[in-house]
């Protein structure tokens, strides 16, 4: 199955160092990781989202014109980097 992820251009440019270095794929890295990650799970219960809607009028009006970008800058806006 294809899917998309977003990936820091760091974290991205390490895993291709990496993969060059094991002469592999990234996509094969990425696949191992997570089979590592689901495989050191200790409660083996299927992870859930907890629902964290809440009753709004969806974007402000400002808002509803910006592309997913805009938005997501806006949503971590003084958080960090």
């Known amino acids: 199955m294809k899917t998309s992820v977003e990936i820091p251009d760091s974290l991205l440019d390490a895993a291709r ?9 990234v996509k094969a890295l990425i696949e191992r990781g ?14 859930r989202l907890r629902k964290a809607s809440y009753k709004g009028k969806g974007l402000q009006p400002g808002a509803k014109a910006f592309g997913w970008e805009n938005l997501r ?3 971590y806006e003084g958080r960090g980097a």
């Open 73 to 75: 800058e806006l949503a």
């Open 17 to 25: 160092k990496a993969a060059a270095r094991e002469g592999t794929t």
């Open 34 to 47: 997570l089979r590592e990650l689901l495989a050191k799970r200790k409660d083996g219960r299927e992870f």
